[in-house]
């Protein structure tokens, strides 16, 4: 049944280029036609059209081909539509269905697993022919000594042991193979890392008959990364080593050590995709006694943790910080360390900093204390940002982003995060940001390419484009001024710490200014 299948799929595969080669072709003929360069235009697209045609008489044998997009940059996120549906509709084999999940391998070395002592592993999804890898480190908190570890082991195993996993994961926002959803990685080597490990992804120490639980989140990274090469990420172009929440501070410990590892490999760009993971050590709202990793100062947390792990964190930051290698673990004394590229994604008021700082949203209102801890927390991410190259910070009440699926509906002044990215990519190609080189972060931005993309508006939610508000009670959409009102927040006194008419401000709340 399959030699007979085989030639099929093989035409159709064929077909498929053919038709995407015309297709470019005829997309870069209008974006031709639309250029003030005249003549100019019209023999760089004669040129590009010989080019591509010349090539489609060698690409018969191979799984992909280059193309060049310059041409069609402007509306770079219809044509990739196009692409895929073009190229999904001539498939013949289409019976088959093509596999856009993301499948689970265990890892090989069975000496590296989960806390409990199971095999650790990973989720992956090829595609064949490209350059580009995603690995992606998922969150989850962490626990610091027994008693935290073995009421985390009850309520959420899954963050501790591989037992359960599923066979398949379907990515979202920027792991998602959907153009429409993720317009610049949709069609990268996409892999997801579970967490399993409750150590920040920064543990070394092996389960023992002396200890019950293993700590082995840096290892695993490794030992991935070790497994890929064997998968073509040997002959990458970019890695983007991303994560959110626990996972994007994984992302800081790890990516100049995962750089390190692939040295021998001189062509790969390894960078890091840090998302909600900027957290700092900044006094609680309330303090209370370290009882368990919600209420615990996330300071002290981390200080019995790395000892309690075995934590690792890089070499540079552990020499700029030795005997209070914790520090490290907060994303501003980290980043000036770091050799590797690093873009940041931060919401300004991050629940999870809230969480672990003591202020609860749990339905009712906030008193002005917590109001005004609310907006100063705000302010000193903004600090803490300040000198960071490529960030993405918008002045919202959320936590993660980059795998939501509205990933792409969120702005900063204008730019989306897709956008920020891709603008981000284009100012370090053609810059050798390979493993081991002095630290930079590529040429300047291009004009209407912003990288430092940070709101300046003091309260949450005073982005127009931030998430949908829900009542943690009732489930129902809040307005900006009903939840900034459930926050406490007092139009009168802020009309007038602002300079602004009262009218005027209830105005700019209305249209979600």
Same mark, same amino acid.
């Given at each position: 049944?399959?030699?007979?299948?085989?030639?099929?799929?093989?035409?159709?595969?064929?077909?498929?280029?053919?038709?995407?080669?015309?297709?470019?072709?005829?997309?870069?003929?209008?974006?031709?036609?639309?250029?003030?360069?005249?003549?100019?235009?019209?023999?760089?697209?004669?040129?590009?059209?010989?080019?591509?045609?010349?090539?489609?008489?060698?690409?018969?044998?191979?799984?992909?081909?280059?193309?060049?997009?310059?041409?069609?940059?402007?509306?770079?996120?219809?044509?990739?539509?196009?692409?895929?549906? @073009?190229?999904?509709?001539?498939?013949?084999?289409?019976?088959?269905?093509?596999?856009?999940?993301?499948?689970?391998?265990?890892?090989?070395?069975?000496?590296?697993?989960?806390?409990?002592?199971?095999?650790?592993?990973?989720?992956?999804?090829?595609?064949?022919?490209?350059?580009?890898?995603?690995?992606?480190?998922?969150?989850?908190?962490?626990?610091?000594?027994?008693?935290?570890?073995?009421?985390?082991?009850?309520?959420?195993?899954?963050?501790?042991?591989?037992?359960?996993?599923?066979?398949?994961?379907?990515?979202?926002?920027?792991?998602?193979?959907?153009?429409?959803?993720?317009?610049?990685?949709?069609?990268?080597?996409?892999?997801?890392?579970?967490?399993?490990?409750?150590?920040?992804?920064?543990?070394?120490?092996?389960?023992?008959?002396?200890?019950?639980?293993?700590?082995?989140?840096?290892?695993?990274?490794?030992?991935?990364?070790?497994?890929?090469?064997?998968?073509?990420?040997?002959?990458?172009?970019?890695?983007?080593?991303?994560?959110?929440?626990?996972?994007?501070?994984?992302?800081?410990?790890?990516?100049?050590?995962?750089?390190?590892?692939?040295?021998?490999?001189?062509?790969?760009?390894?960078?890091?995709?840090?998302?909600?993971g900027w957290f700092l050590d900044n006094k609680q709202y309330k303090f209370t006694d370290c009882l368990d990793t919600i209420s615990c100062d996330p300071?002290e947390a981390i200080k019995r943790g790395i000892r309690y792990w075995g934590g690792l964190v890089p070499e540079s930051c552990r020499q700029v910080h030795?005997?209070?290698?914790?520090?490290?673990?907060?994303?501003?004394?980290?980043?000036?360390?770091?050799?590797?590229?690093?873009?940041?994604?931060?919401?300004?008021?991050?629940?999870?900093?809230?969480?672990?700082?003591?202020?609860?949203?749990?339905?009712?209102?906030?008193?002005?204390?917590?109001?005004?801890?609310?907006?100063? @927390?705000?302010?000193?991410?903004?600090?803490?940002?300040?000198?960071?190259?490529?960030?993405?910070?918008?002045?919202?009440?959320?936590?993660? @982003?980059?795998?939501?699926?509205?990933?792409?509906?969120?702005?900063?002044?204008?730019?989306?995060?897709?956008?920020?990215?891709?603008?981000?990519?284009?100012?370090?190609?053609?810059?050798?940001?390979?493993?081991?080189?002095?630290?930079?972060?590529?040429?300047?931005?291009?004009?209407?390419?912003?990288?430092?993309?940070?709101?300046?508006?003091?309260?949450?939610?005073?982005?127009?484009?931030?998430?949908?508000?829900?009542?943690?009670?009732?489930?129902?959409?809040?307005?900006?001024?009903?939840?900034?009102?459930?926050?406490?927040?007092d139009v009168q006194k802020m009309a007038q710490q602002q300079g602004m008419d009262p009218r005027e401000l209830l105005g700019m709340l209305s249209n979600?200014?």
């Amino acid at each position: 049944m399959q030699s007979r299948s085989a030639p099929g799929c093989w035409a159709g595969r064929s077909a498929a280029r053919s038709c995407l080669l015309l297709l470019l072709i005829h997309t870069s003929a209008q974006v031709g036609e639309r250029s003030p360069n005249g003549g100019r235009a019209q023999s760089r697209r004669a040129q590009h059209q010989q080019q591509l045609l010349a090539h489609r008489e060698r690409v018969d044998g191979a799984e992909s081909f280059p193309l060049d997009f310059t041409a069609v940059e402007g509306n770079m996120d219809n044509f990739m539509v196009q692409i895929k549906n @073009l190229a999904q509709s001539l498939y013949p084999c289409s019976a088959q269905k093509l596999d856009q999940d993301m499948k689970l391998h265990f890892l090989k070395n069975a000496t590296v697993t989960c806390n409990d002592g199971s095999s650790a592993g990973y989720y992956i999804k090829e595609s064949k022919g490209s350059k580009r890898w995603l690995l992606f480190l998922e969150g989850g908190w962490y626990c610091f000594n027994r008693q935290s570890c073995d009421s985390r082991y009850e309520t959420v195993r899954r963050l501790m042991s591989s037992t359960k996993w599923p066979q398949t994961r379907t990515g979202t926002g920027i792991l998602s193979p959907q153009p429409e959803e993720n317009p610049h990685w949709w069609n990268a080597n996409v892999v997801f890392i579970p967490y399993c490990s409750s150590d920040v992804w920064s543990g070394n120490t092996p389960k023992t008959n002396h200890s019950d639980y293993a700590f082995m989140g840096s290892l695993i990274i490794q030992e991935v990364v070790n497994e890929l090469l064997t998968k073509g990420l040997d002959n990458a172009k970019v890695l983007l080593l991303t994560g959110s929440s626990a996972g994007g501070t994984g992302v800081l410990l790890n990516v100049d050590r995962v750089a390190e590892q692939l040295e021998s490999h001189r062509g790969v760009q390894v960078r890091g995709l840090v998302d909600s993971g900027w957290f700092l050590d900044n006094k609680q709202y309330k303090f209370t006694d370290c009882l368990d990793t919600i209420s615990c100062d996330p300071t002290e947390a981390i200080k019995r943790g790395i000892r309690y792990w075995g934590g690792l964190v890089p070499e540079s930051c552990r020499q700029v910080h030795v005997g209070e290698e914790w520090n490290c673990f907060f994303g501003y004394k980290v980043f000036p360390t770091l050799k590797s590229p690093v873009f940041v994604v931060q919401w300004l008021f991050d629940e999870a900093q809230l969480t672990a700082d003591n202020v609860h949203l749990t339905g009712q209102p906030v008193n002005e204390g917590q109001w005004r801890y609310i907006q100063n @927390l705000g302010q000193e991410l903004r600090s803490t940002l300040r000198q960071v190259p490529a960030v993405f910070s918008p002045a919202c009440l959320s936590h993660e @982003l980059i795998t939501r699926t509205y990933w792409t509906d969120i702005q900063v002044k204008g730019t989306s995060l897709p956008r920020a990215l891709h603008c981000w990519d284009r100012s370090l190609q053609g810059n050798n940001h390979v493993n081991g080189s002095k630290r930079a972060h590529g040429t300047p931005p291009a004009r209407g390419c912003p990288l430092h993309l940070m709101d300046s508006c003091p309260w949450p939610h005073c982005n127009p484009s931030c998430p949908t508000i829900r009542d943690q009670l009732t489930g129902q959409e809040m307005s900006v001024i009903q939840f900034l009102k459930h926050m406490g927040f007092d139009v009168q006194k802020m009309a007038q710490q602002q300079g602004m008419d009262p009218r005027e401000l209830l105005g700019m709340l209305s249209n979600g200014s």
